[in-house]
């Protein structure tokens, strides 16, 4: 991927070379979908909160070695990915459902909106994330970064280190059980 095209990227290489307002600008425009994705992949706030740090300071660390072969965000996510694999190996996740809709609750509801669309809505996340707990983990994963970080299946593919039809089969297989278990 050329730096050119990827604004990111360009912000990447300049806090390489020293910009400290780049890193910054990077991490103004990423921690919020960041967070999201960790907390809605690991289900839990504290073990969240550790996988963010540990994301961005590897970022940090590798500062030096970047090189702009898949957008920034891709690249991020990527990172952010393996770092659960490696918790999921250490532990199982200690959040249930509950305590994962009230964390995404507090994150996602603006204070603004009215009282019974609020209700509503923060029933439609409850009921939308117990139906992705149901899913095996490769696919939660790929659903998250499909429809919230709008990735594309090759981006998917990069993040997860899994083939291209392999991620559309996980795709399609978790697409399938969540239209199933949200009809219920």
């Known amino acids: 991927m050329d730096a050119a095209v990827d604004p990111d990227a360009m912000l990447m290489l300049a806090y390489a ?14 921690r919020g979908m960041l967070y999201r994705f960790l907390l809605r992949s690991v289900r839990d706030p504290h073990r969240s909160d550790e996988l963010f740090q ?4 590897r ?8 090189q702009p072969q898949a957008k920034f965000g891709t690249w991020l ?9 490696d918790n999921a190996r ?7 459902g509950d305590e994962a809709g009230a964390a995404l609750a507090r994150v ?10 609020a ?12 139906a992705l707990e149901q899913l095996p983990h490769e696919q939660r994963v790929a659903v998250l970064l ?8 090759e981006e998917i593919a990069t993040v997860t280190g899994a083939g291209r039809e392999t991620v559309k089969s996980r795709l399609r297989y978790a697409m399938t059980r969540l239209r199933e278990v949200l009809s219920e």
């Open 146 to 153: 499909r429809l919230q970080q709008e990735l594309t299946l």
């Open 90 to 96: 250490r532990q199982r996740p200690m959040a249930d």
């Open 59 to 66: 970022v940090i660390s590798a500062r030096t070695r970047y």
């Open 108 to 117: 996602a509801t603006p204070e603004r909106e009215q009282p019974d669309h």
């Open 17 to 30: 070379r020293g910009d400290l307002a780049a890193f910054e600008a990077l991490y103004a425009r990423h």
């Open 54 to 57: 540990e994301t961005w300071s």
């Open 119 to 130: 209700l509503a809505e923060a029933e439609r996340r409850r009921r939308l994330q117990r």
């Open 77 to 85: 996510l990527q990172i952010a990915h393996n770092l659960i694999v």
